[in-house]
């Protein structure tokens, strides 16, 4: 299941924040649970991965699979686009990186190498590279013009879980169940920094946009950010009850939940129970909209309102269980708040509120 979710801020008392939330689509097309999805650069589309040994191109506006990459023999892994859209690379059980023209559906290349099943794969910001990691415990670095391998990582010492460019190219960061986040050079392979402070495995680790800051998450159910100089921890990021699964500062976990952090503060600001089985999600380029990918076989999207409150009671979109708002109130007053935080799930057509809980943590409220 994939969902999308537009939000909004809406101020309606003093002291109160209500954010709503709006499922504008479902996109349904995969036979088995999607493992990952991503906005591509323009914010117009979505790809997916699944175990159906698929990816599939969708288009935001009218949610129909614009192509249906099959060349894989394996569960994909993981899709991602190229740094200006027009380039998918997907990595495979079949132990292939696969890479495919967005526009036409090509299968421009296959890159062969890994003795497992191929993990996660990024192309390099200026298209030139790709990275990888795979089952086999190594790191590859690939030329897209010629397919071959032009750097080797190898990682006999610990499992890695995810790589990713630094956002100049020059340096790729690496997660680990050792517990540890790993900065090599992406031409020599040297590693230049360690980064430690995770008491579990680090499930991802990634860039900030600008890159000043990298965002970790781990199972010991926190998220960190970094600094890439110094390697220090800057902020730490409490308040899931299950594993961590994120992209920047919105999080998913096996918990069933999504959140909101604020950099500076370290505070959760929302909490979403959307649906059970999250695997990822992803943030627009434009930061409206969210996608979520979970163990069920479709696509959803929502997207914040800029309404009056009583058009979400006459909405055409909320027509099944499905499809409900979901909104938090936080109060402003300073001070520190420690317990049950709730989240209010409101279903149209039944026209009942059900308070849900998000778990317990302590927030400081500013």
């Known amino acids: 299941m994939l969902r999308i979710l537009l939000l ?4 309606i008392f003093k002291n109160y924040i209500v954010t709503f939330f709006k499922l504008l689509k479902i996109f349904e097309g995969h036979s088995e649970r999607v493992n990952t999805v991503k906005f591509s650069p323009d914010g117009t589309k979505i790809i997916s991965s699944s175990n159906d040994n698929t990816a599939i191109l969708w288009d935001l506006t009218s949610g129909k699979a ?25 990595t495979s059980h079949d132990k292939t990186i696969q890479l495919w023209n967005a526009n036409s559906g090509q299968n421009l290349k296959i890159f062969e190498g890994h003795l ?23 790191i590859r670095i690939w030329n897209i013009q010629s397919g071959e391998e032009m750097l080797k990582i190898d990682l006999s010492s610990a499992w890695v879980n995810d790589v990713q460019f630094s ?41 900030s946009p600008n890159g000043v800051y990298i965002i970790s998450c781990s199972k010991d159910k926190t998220i960190r950010l970094w600094d890439p100089k110094s390697g220090k921890a800057i902020q730490i990021f409490e308040g899931h009850s299950g594993t ?8 998913s976990s096996w918990d069933n939940t999504i959140r909101f952090w604020n950099v500076e503060s370290g505070q959760e600001t929302q909490t979403l129970e959307e649906h059970s089985g999250i695997t990822g999600v992803d943030m627009s380029p434009y930061s409206d909209m969210i996608v979520s990918a979970s163990y069920a076989k479709y696509t959803a999207i929502l997207k914040a309102l800029n309404q009056e409150l009583h058009f979400f009671w006459k909405s055409k979109y909320y027509k099944s269980l ?36 998000a778990g317990q943590h302590k927030t400081k409220l500013t």
């Open 244 to 251: 961590i699964n994120m992209q920047t500062l919105v999080s």
């Open 116 to 138: 497992d099943r191929a993990k996660r794969a990024q192309c390099s910001p200026d298209g030139n590279t790709i990275v990888s990691i795979a089952w086999d415990q190594t």
């Open 8 to 11: 909004k801020e809406l101020v």
């Open 167 to 207: 956002p100049d190219g020059q340096y790729i960061v690496a997660s680990f169940n050792d517990k540890i986040i790993r900065i090599y050079d992406a031409k020599s392979g040297e590693s230049t920094l360690t980064l430690k402070g995770h008491n579990s495995s680090v499930m991802k680790a990634g860039y």
């Open 322 to 357: 499905l499809l409900s708002m979901f909104l938090k109130i936080k109060s402003f007053k300073k001070g520190f708040y420690s317990g049950d935080m709730s989240l209010k799930g409101i279903s149209m057509d039944m026209l009942q509120m059900k308070a849900v809980t």
């Open 66 to 90: 614009i192509h249906t990459f099959k060349a894989h023999s394996g569960w994909v892994n993981d899709a991602q686009f190229s740094a200006d859209g027009n380039m998918i690379v997907t």
